[in-house]
């Protein structure tokens, strides 16, 4: 099936978070909560690697990127989202802009405050790249805004979802991208924090002047790792493995997604743990599905970070769906089923 013939589902979604300091009003309040109380995260589900090993999750690392809630934090606000997540035993949050939307506003003070007393990190957030308006909310357009505005929620990481497409495709284009983020992040690093880029799939394509070389290894090369880090996107480089192995010649040109980690752990302290049903008849390869209800093996990934000498503590992940059926039971059944992993004895 030709990707043109139907909505791409990944373009919309770059395109969706391009409004970051905007949440797209949802469904009406009583809509939202009819679809029945949620219960606290369980340690025990009908799936999940189960057995005596050690929990898979390390204790306080489980985050939400907060787009899969945004019809929720449109409608309700942050607050009655903020007391489901600390109920389902969430630890972090990533923000995805800091509106509510129609639920009115709210001062950085404030939801920084409103986080902390339900048990929530603030952990990181997710900011446009760059704009063609000159007043954008952008690192290219306000970097000094942007900075100023994680600095006073008390962030660790900020980043972007927007991918290194600034130039072009070509080599060259991706190097002067980051150029790009080495100036972000030794801007972030001065402020104590750390820049970071979450993927998508086409990071993983090859330069069109160069089609022998993938794209995301010039980022990887050409970025200095102690300005630059990565938030793998595990469900969007699953696509790109499904996608890109291989070239545009038809060669062959296979890659392990959890071998860019292993081999260069310390520079990717965020993840996205986002699940997916394989679909080789899907131009993508899998449908995007709520955590546990997929085929990407996350006893297996997870355990083979977190067992990394000094690694066990060092990595925060973040559950995400694109589109959720319904996001607040996303967010219950993802942490169910991430809390239920066991390491095997």
Same mark, same amino acid.
């Given at each position: 099936m030709s990707r043109f013939s139907q909505p791409d589902p990944e373009l919309t979604h770059r395109l969706s978070r391009r409004g970051m300091l905007g949440v797209a009003a949802g469904a009406t309040a009583a809509a939202l909560l009819? #679809?029945?109380a949620p219960a606290t995260a369980a340690t025990g589900t009908a799936s999940?690697?189960?057995?005596?090993g050690r929990p898979v999750l390390p204790p306080g690392r489980l985050g939400i990127q907060l787009y899969s809630l945004r019809d929720k934090v449109s409608t309700l606000g942050f607050g009655p989202v903020f007391a489901e997540l600390e109920r389902y035993g969430y630890d972090e949050v990533e923000f995805a802009g800091y509106t509510q939307g129609s639920a009115g506003p709210i001062t950085l003070a404030q939801l920084k405050?409103?986080?902390?007393?339900?048990?929530?990190?603030?952990?990181?957030?997710?900011?446009?790249?760059?704009?063609?308006?000159?007043?954008?909310?952008?690192? #290219?357009?306000?970097?000094?805004?942007?900075?100023?505005?994680?600095?006073?929620?008390?962030?660790?990481?900020?980043?972007?979802?927007?991918g290194p497409f600034r130039y072009g495709s070509t080599v060259d284009a991706w190097k002067r991208a980051a150029e790009d983020f080495n100036t972000y992040g030794a801007a972030a690093k001065a402020r104590g924090m750390k820049f970071y880029q979450h993927n998508h799939?086409? &990071?993983?394509?090859?330069?069109?002047?160069?089609?022998?070389v993938r794209l995301y290894d010039i980022l990887l090369k050409e970025t200095d790792p102690d300005l630059v880090y990565l938030e793998m996107d595990i469900y969007w480089a699953y696509v790109g493995q499904f996608r890109f192995s291989k070239r545009p010649d038809g060669k062959p040109a296979p890659f392990e997604p959890l071998n860019y980690v292993l081999k260069r752990p310390d520079r990717y302290p965020l993840f996205h743990v986002k699940d997916g049903e394989s679909d080789p008849s899907n131009p993508y390869g899998y449908n995007m599905t709520d955590v546990g209800d997929g085929d990407i093996d996350y006893q297996r990934f997870i355990s083979a970070v977190t067992r990394l000498r000094g690694h066990r503590m060092a990595h925060?992940?973040?559950? &995400?769906?694109?589109?959720? #059926? &319904?996001?607040?039971?996303? #967010?219950?059944?993802?942490?169910?089923?991430?809390?239920?992993?066991?390491?095997?004895?």
């Open positions: 009819g #679809a029945g999940g690697t189960k057995g005596r405050r409103l986080a902390r007393n339900h048990g929530l990190n603030p952990i990181g957030s997710h900011v446009g790249y760059y704009s063609n308006d000159p007043a954008a909310y952008t690192f #290219a357009q306000n970097l000094t805004k942007v900075l100023d505005d994680a600095q006073a929620l008390g962030l660790k990481h900020i980043g972007t979802a927007s799939s086409e &990071e993983f394509s090859f330069a069109t002047d160069n089609p022998k925060h992940w973040q559950a &995400e769906h694109d589109n959720p #059926a &319904e996001s607040f039971t996303f #967010a219950r059944r993802s942490s169910a089923h991430l809390h239920s992993l066991r390491e095997k004895c």
